[in-house]
């Protein structure tokens, strides 16, 4: 499974601000290995953010979002102590799915 | 995903079909919830074919949306951009980059309650326009800014 | 044809060549100062650095020991300070030592992996990640903010430090290279990418402090072991090898200028 995401859930006004880093090669399946061979496409195509069961964000990326994703996004509605859960699944389908704590701000 | 578990998800209106289904093996247990990803969108090769895919041909130019991005990338491997719609219901933002060998880099969903606002990093293979495709109201609108790529140097 | 009806491009040209006066160059370097300013928001060496912290405590190797008891020069499992002060000459092992070939130590005599294994995959490649990026993120982010303050007292680090000037400014090589080459001067860049002059404090205090970092062009955190292998590969002098002496010896004279800079590690470059 790959590694854990790094998010950051922060309250900005009556905002939630989120930043989250993803561990994620990203692959596009046009490089070439030392041997001549081409790496397999390997990427995350989904990725859906949720906050008390209802999705705040969703997503569909192809191979041209760079390595170790970066997302940065506000919503309504959520409050400090909450959870807020980020979810992708790739070309392979691998998943993977964190949650943060919405601090103060 | 193959035909037969796309007829098979489309027809299906109960968890009593799929559960059988699953059972056959023709779907694996979480794949109804399969999401979808737009593979023509993903595949064109140019702006007017990937506005086509998505449906939004008659996608007009709009001062309302702001690409924030450097005029300049140090690096194509990852360039910084943010996309702001000012558009009063904006429910897609989409990034295209004209000159990769796909276009459409990333199509997200934005229900109500979340600001049309997202800010992530894309590759871009060269010097290119990028377009920023927003859905509002059931319409398109669109706007383009242009990245530069160089080759930095040592990377120190 | 007037002055001001000549094609952009041509008048860039011209402007460029006029000297003293390089707007479309200044531009430009304003231009990637703001493309680095845009990045800093999330810095993927983050997940680096929760990967090293895992790493530095889960138990691993023949004698099932996590690098807890690490002494990295402050004391058996002190992490906050250490970076900043490496390298630095170790009794036990009776040389000088940088981050490292310090950790390559304590994997070998605290979790018993064997030496040649503990150095065989010093810089990842897609799908094959480093233990060791992902340590020296962790330990040098435990000195983040800290001014580096590596000792020069020892008659071996003073030795090091002699060793490192030689090889600063030795050229050799096909291309009768040194570090000096590129690095001997202010303001020298390639392309666009600006050079510190290495023996000038103001140029070191805040470049040096900035490794290891994750570097967009490469993927990954690229630790001073890696620029210094990069560097000796662009010079076309012989490899240098991971943590050997001679790389020690060229960190502990940087380390010299870069003394009372800043820590901003791990940090992030092209």
């Not at chain 1, 390997?42 to 997302?71: C, D, E, R, Y």
């Not at chain 3, 010093?122 to 094959?128: E, K, L, N, V």
Request: proline residues 6%; hydrophobic residues 40%; glycine residues 8%.
């Amino acid at each position: 499974m790959a590694d854990p995401m790094r998010i950051r859930a922060s309250m900005s006004g009556d905002k939630v601000e989120v930043r989250v880093l993803m561990s994620h090669e990203m692959e596009t399946g046009q490089r070439k290995d030392a041997s001549g061979a081409v790496v397999p496409a390997h990427f995350i195509q989904n990725v859906t953010v949720t906050h008390g069961g209802k999705t705040v964000l969703s997503a569909q990326w192809g191979t041209s979002i760079s390595k170790n994703p970066f997302m940065h996004f506000r919503f309504k509605g959520g409050k400090p102590g909450e959870k807020v859960t980020i979810s992708w699944v790739d070309n392979k389908g691998d998943r993977r799915s964190d949650e943060a704590v919405i601090s103060g701000g | 995903m193959n035909e037969k578990r796309r007829e098979l998800l489309k027809a299906a209106s109960g968890s009593g079909v799929l559960a059988l289904a699953a059972a056959a093996g023709l779907i694996k247990p979480g794949d109804a919830f399969a999401q979808q990803w737009n593979k023509a969108a993903f595949d064109t090769k140019s702006f007017a074919a990937t506005l086509k895919a998505l449906g939004a041909s008659g996608s007009t130019e709009s001062a309302q949306i702001q690409i924030t991005a450097p005029d300049i990338a140090e690096n194509g491997a990852v360039v910084p951009i943010t996309i702001e719609s000012a558009i009063p219901k904006t429910d897609t933002i989409a990034i295209l980059i004209e000159k990769n060998p796909n276009t459409l880099s990333a199509d997200f969903d934005i229900p109500a309650g979340t600001d049309p606002f997202i800010t992530t990093r894309i590759k871009m293979a060269e010097t290119s326009n990028i377009y920023a495709v927003v859905k509002a109201d059931g319409k398109y609108y669109h706007a383009a800014k242009e990245i530069k790529v160089t080759l930095g140097g040592c990377g120190g | 044809m007037p002055f001001h009806r000549l094609p952009a491009a041509v008048l860039v040209g011209v402007l460029a060549a006029i000297p003293c006066i390089c707007v479309a160059q200044q531009d430009a370097q304003k231009e990637v100062e703001r493309y680095r300013q845009l990045l800093a928001e999330g810095n993927p060496a983050d997940l680096f650095e929760a990967r090293g912290e895992e790493l530095w405590k889960t138990p691993r190797g023949p004698k099932k020991a996590s690098l807890e008891q690490c002494d990295l020069g402050l004391g058996a499992g002190v992490l906050k300070g250490a970076f900043a002060q490496l390298p630095r000459y170790f009794a036990d092992t009776d040389r000088v030592q940088d981050l490292e070939s310090r950790l390559v130590t304590c994997r070998v005599s605290l979790q018993g992996i064997d030496p040649a294994e503990a150095v065989r995959n010093p810089f990842s490649a897609p799908g094959r990640p480093s233990d060791m990026e992902a340590l020296a993120s962790f330990v040098a982010g435990q000195s983040r903010g800290m001014k580096l303050a590596a000792p020069l007292r020892h008659p071996k680090e003073i030795e090091a430090f002699q060793t490192g000037e030689q090889l600063f400014y030795r050229r050799a090589g096909p291309h009768d290279f040194a570090c000096v080459s590129c690095h001997g001067e202010n303001g020298k860049r390639i392309r666009l990418q600006e050079l510190p002059k290495l023996t000038d404090p103001h140029d070191a205090q805040k470049i040096f402090t900035t490794w290891p970092a994750y570097r967009v062009s490469q993927g990954s955190v690229r630790t001073m072991q890696h620029r210094l292998y990069d560097c000796y590969w662009q010079m076309r002098h012989p490899q240098m090898d991971y943590i050997s002496e001679a790389s020690i010896a060229l960190e502990v004279f940087m380390a010299k200028y870069a003394n009372g800079g800043e820590i901003q590690a791990p940090g992030l470059k092209r």
